[in-house]
């Protein structure tokens, strides 16, 4: 399976509309690839707050029609990224977006934790309640937004739910690259999964981007990595089967405890 991972801004200086242009004829460049990944609100950048709502779209909206198209133009599986979705009854979420070959939706993850503490998303959109898995051929995908990569019992489920390649897809910022690093690489060797870790590039909002787009593999390695953030394309082959292996050989996760008491 090959995975490139596009490593996107959102410079305040484009407009929504020439970036989804754009990011569409970066997709139809990737013919190569199986699947597809496009980083956290890049047609607003994660931190543009006071964007969300006047950007926000229904699931079915602008950002969906440019990414079905282009997923079926190229004939990949495409992680779109999220958007600001608005929901019929007025909440905002931060919806991620996967399209098969043939530009059908495949899922749409809504994240489940909220960043911002007090402010920003946190205040501006509704949490998400459901955990995504989809289903690949060879292999099953599970969902996750940015900060939710704090959250171990979150890739825990998705494992439980049969993933074995989770996607990250995130605007992390600068400050705190090394915990990206970290928490990526943990989340793969603790669930002995996959892990694709679809960053923004530059800035947005007075916020520096982390970049570093990786991919590691069930036992922690990383197979590639974005050395800076600048706008990249990381490309990545691998074996979804590894993730059996290195679960048949080290079977960690078979001696999970879940519900000892102390
Ligand atoms: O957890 C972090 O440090 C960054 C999270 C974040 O930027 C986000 O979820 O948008």
Not at 183 to 198: I, K, W
Not at 240 to 257: I, M, S, T, W
Request: hydrophobic content about 45%; overall charge negative.
């Amino acid at each position: 399976m090959r995975a490139s991972l596009l490593q996107i801004g959102a410079d305040d200086a484009e407009s929504v509309a020439s970036r989804r242009t754009r990011v569409a004829s970066l997709v139809r460049e990737q013919s190569d690839a199986d699947l597809v990944v496009l980083p956290e609100l890049w047609t607003t950048g994660a931190f543009a707050y006071e964007s969300f709502a006047a950007e926000s779209e229904p699931l079915k909206g602008p950002t969906y029609e440019v990414m079905a198209r282009a997923a079926a133009d190229t004939g990949v599986w495409l992680h779109a990224g999220s958007v600001p979705e608005r929901d019929p009854d007025g909440t905002l979420y931060n919806t991620s977006l996967v399209f098969a070959p043939d530009g059908s939706l495949a899922a749409s993850y809504r994240k489940i934790h909220r960043f911002g503490f007090d402010r920003g998303e946190a205040v501006l959109m509704g949490a998400g309640s459901e955990l995504v898995t989809v289903r690949l051929p060879g292999t099953t995908v599970g969902l996750s937004t940015c900060y939710d990569l704090r959250f171990p019992e979150l890739f825990r489920g998705l494992v439980d739910a049969g993933a074995e390649v989770l996607v990250v897809s995130a605007g992390w910022p600068e400050r705190r690259l090394g915990h990206w690093t970290l928490l990526a690489r943990a989340r793969a060797v603790e669930n002995q999964a996959f892990v694709l870790a679809c960053g923004t590039s530059g800035g947005h909002a007075g916020v520096a981007q982390a970049g570093h787009s990786m991919v590691i593999d069930p036992w922690g390695e990383v197979l590639g990595e974005v050395t800076g953030a600048g706008d990249a394309v990381l490309s990545v082959e691998f074996d979804p089967a590894r993730v059996g292996v290195v679960r048949e050989e080290f079977p960690a996760l078979k001696d999970r405890r879940p519900h000892f008491r102390a």
